[in-house]
């Protein structure tokens, strides 16, 4: 039992370190590239165009893939703590879909234009929770909530939310077509550093408040009854895990749009390296998700330069052929 | 000590218990027995606190359980159920779940306590054996005893067990069961448990209760609620009850169909 807080610690570290590399390579690489030295020169005079690129384009962009990895990965880990089922994602609940429905509308009925500011983020946010909320209150049953049922509703509100947003976009001018697609498929190119601070806050501190459940969410791994005969109350703490899952991927879609895949491979990976405990996967699958999304940003700006690539075409490749490639080993050295 | 009194419980739209009352001294190692449907798990799970009191009351040494919390509650009782699947929980990280009751909100550390209780448990059950393994690579008498370890690591004054010993062979049957009637001998535990066996709950209970219909249809020593007419009345079954010729408790033997007819005829 000793030996595993060494192991805990030896994961977080070089998770860090992993991070501070990704972070750091990704500053180094764009259209302009800067050497190690050459960040470090920048940084020093604290002037000039390349510090305002670097501080104001390539940073916050960082920020917010560090932020939204992060949160989408974290949400992740609890969905599949609180359904006991490895193969749900923050998206399985039709999270994503209610938020694309309520950009879409937005677009179709010009409402970013005519309004402007934070609409777009501010309707993918509303989507997203309102969505949860239907969800929830369609799975209450007559004495608590049914957890199957849920994710059941959860995908048929997400089939019904894609087949409205198939009617919008088939109906709609080409312009607003545009506009729909780029959301949908996500980005990190947001700069406003209030919208990407809020995203960052609320990321951390959904990290900390699900450190109070990793006790019942470790208990849950027995089933909802044998965690309530362990003296869990798994009413609240499912309420709660939930609620903190949708605000995760609620702020992460209303900024970035959908990304993909994350919610379900990282917290799967990391599953596979630092065990099934709780307390030791929840930041490791945060900080895990947070290093992936900065890489797979790094590859989208990349791959056809000076155009990006929509990030969550690389995080579901890279996502989808790392998984398939990690599961086949695994299956062969059983 | 456990009483229950005037308990109507069940599922909405058929309340199965109806009013039942029924009390469990300190130090007893109690078996509840009944046909098939006669509300043994309505009541197991009443208890437990997995179904709601509709009418009547429970009180855990003297104190009503609708006033305590589900950590207090888990404090004094614990329960070990007939299956359910832990999955990829490595064992002793399971037995130490027994002390989550007893941990605060942000302790996400184990104590030092904590540890050795739960390998004192470990050692006491033979658990530290396969303490290393994942719970779904266990047999179901090894996955039998990493509960009844982990039930024992919540220090409960009760231990409910739903037929610990069902699927298992009799070497492992009579395995737990003498586990328990250790537990309930030399360390004062109070022990209720649902078996169907009837053999069984004669040779090893100290008190038996029958269920029938939903209600409490005798209670006492194994040698007065073992007998031929009310085992006969209540399973609805012809059988021959004689002594165990080593320990002098109830044993209880079957007549099938064929000799049956050969008696009549």
Same mark, same amino acid.
């Given at each position: 039992m000793q030996n595993r807080k060494i192991k805990w610690a030896v994961s977080v570290t070089v998770l860090l370190v992993l991070l501070a590399g990704s972070i750091l390579f990704a500053m180094m690489v764009g259209e302009i590239r800067f050497s190690l030295n050459e960040l470090i020169e920048v940084f020093s005079k604290k002037s000039g165009i390349e510090y305002t690129i670097l501080t104001r384009i390539r940073l916050p962009r960082i920020m917010l893939g560090v932020a939204v990895g992060g949160a989408l990965s974290l949400a992740g880990v609890l969905l599949q703590g609180i359904y006991r089922?490895?193969?749900?994602?923050?998206?399985?609940?039709g999270i994503s879909g209610g938020a694309s429905l309520a950009v879409a509308i937005t677009i179709v009925f010009g409402l970013n234009l005519s309004i402007g500011g934070y609409v777009l983020p501010a309707a993918g946010f509303i989507g997203s929770v309102a969505t949860v909320f239907i969800v929830y209150l369609l799975s209450m049953g007559r004495y608590s909530i049914n957890i199957n049922k849920m994710l059941l509703i959860g995908v048929m509100v997400s089939f019904i939310a894609s087949s409205a947003m198939m009617f919008l976009m088939s109906t709609t001018t080409n312009e607003n077509l545009q506009s729909i697609i780029f959301w949908v498929m996500g980005s990190l190119s947001e700069t406003d550093t209030l919208l990407i601070k809020i995203v960052f806050f609320v990321s951390v501190a959904g990290l900390l408040a699900s450190y109070l459940f990793a006790n019942s969410l470790n208990a849950l791994r027995l089933g909802v009854s044998e965690a309530g005969h362990l003296g869990i109350n798994t009413g609240l703490a499912i309420r709660i895990l939930f609620i903190i899952a949708s605000l995760m991927t609620g702020v992460s879609v209303a900024v970035a749009g959908v990304i993909g895949f994350v919610g379900l491979v990282i917290p799967h990976l990391t599953r596979m390296i630092v065990?099934?405990?709780?307390r030791i996967l929840l930041i490791t699958s945060f900080l895990g998700g947070s290093i992936f999304v900065v890489l797979c940003d790094i590859v989208a700006r990349m791959i056809i330069a000076p155009n990006e690539l929509p990030i969550g075409v690389i995080t579901g490749m890279i996502g989808g052929l790392v998984f398939i490639a990690v599961l086949g080993r695994s299956n062969a050295t059983k | 000590m456990l009483q229950i009194k005037n308990i109507v419980s069940g599922y909405p739209g058929s309340f $199965? $218990?109806?009013r039942v009352n029924i009390e469990i001294p300190s130090g007893v190692f109690a078996g509840i027995i009944g046909p098939n449907g006669s509300g043994k798990t309505t009541l197991f799970k009443t208890i437990t606190g997995d179904?709601?009191?509709?009418g009547g009351e429970m009180f855990l040494n003297g104190i009503d359980t609708k006033q305590m919390s589900s950590k207090e509650r888990a404090r004094k009782m614990a329960i070990v159920t007939q299956a359910f699947s832990a999955g990829d929980v490595v064992v002793e990280d399971y037995v130490l779940m027994g002390r989550l009751p007893y941990k605060k909100l942000f302790q996400l550390t184990d104590k030092k306590e904590d540890i050795e209780k739960a390998e004192k448990y470990m050692k006491l059950t033979g658990v530290d054996r396969y303490r290393h393994k994942l719970m779904d690579q266990l047999s179901g008498g090894e996955q039998q005893m990493a509960a009844i370890a982990r039930a024992l690591t919540q220090e409960p004054e009760l231990l409910l067990l739903d037929e #610990?010993?069902?699927?298992?062979?009799i070497s492992h049957q009579v395995m737990i069961l003498n586990l328990l009637q250790k537990l309930n001998e030399e360390y004062g535990l109070t022990i209720l448990m649902i078996i169907h066996d009837l053999n069984l709950a004669g040779e090893y209970c100290s008190k038996l209760i029958m269920l029938n219909k939903g209600k409490v249809h005798i209670s006492g020593t194994p040698d007065e609620v073992l007998n031929y007419k009310d085992i006969e009345e209540v399973y609805e079954t012809v059988v021959i009850t004689q002594k165990n #010729? $080593?320990?002098g408790k109830p044993a209880i033997f079957l007549v099938s169909g064929k000799t049956m007819n050969k008696v009549e005829s």
């Open positions: 089922n490895p193969l749900v994602e923050p998206y399985t609940l065990g099934s405990d709780f | $199965l $218990l109806d179904l709601k009191i509709i #610990p010993t069902s699927h298992l062979d #010729p $080593l320990s």
